[in-house]
């Protein structure tokens, strides 16, 4: 037992420097990566669809998508017309900063002002992995239930936003959207909430919104912050 946990920290060691190594090399270039983390089927690719477009009339975007498998999501977000790179993890249910540090070699940093990385759809290994970028966004949707924040706590408590997805269908099912946000906060009070739609539209532009704000604090206070 005692090897194991050794093992697991020496991973843990290994891959905090080369996240480290990730957020110096994106500075360097005036870069700013987001890490986008939820369940699969949360609406992770549907909320850059929803966004890609309006953010890149004022930056130059690109997207990292990972996925145990297919390049379906990377298809589609390239029909955007948007730089996208797909990251296939094989059995791996998470990224590592080692592959993001692989991937951001395919792409000329010095023409991006942000880039995303859509992880694996996972709500637990992806908490455990800094990947070197400088904001941490979770994604839930109602039809996932109102018990999330409190059953898997530790990708809520690395997170800087936690984004509500599917507020369409709130009328059909029976959550309580008060429980999330109260649970949530409890784990992690400095946590932003936001609720949207991709389907309707709502709650769209205050992501926009949100993801600009990051990028003008970062601009004006030199602010960063991986995992905490």
Known sequence: MEREIKILENIGEANDL?????????????????????????????????????????????????????????????????????????????LEAASINRALAHF????????????????????FFDIGAHRNIVVISTPEGDDKPAKY?????????LVINKMDLLPYLEVNLERIRRDASMINPRLEVIETSCRTGEGVDSWIKWIKRQLETRRNTGVTRGFL
């Open 153 to 161: 706590p530790v990708i809520f408590r690395n997170a800087d936003l």
């Open 108 to 127: 000329n940093l010095d023409e991006i002002d942000l880039v995303f990385v859509e992880n694996v759809g996972n709500l637990v290994c992806p908490a």
């Open 18 to 94: 080369i996240a480290g190594e990730n957020r110096r090399l994106l500075e360097e270039h005036n870069v700013f990566a987001f890490n986008i983390m939820g369940s699969p089927g949360s609406g992770k690719t549907s909320l850059l669809e929803a966004s890609l477009v309006e953010l890149g009339k004022s930056y130059r975007v690109a997207v990292i998508e990972g996925d145990l498998a297919t390049s379906y999501d990377a298809e589609r977000i390239k029909r955007l017309g948007v730089k996208v790179l797909q990251i296939n993890t094989g059995g791996m249910c998470h």
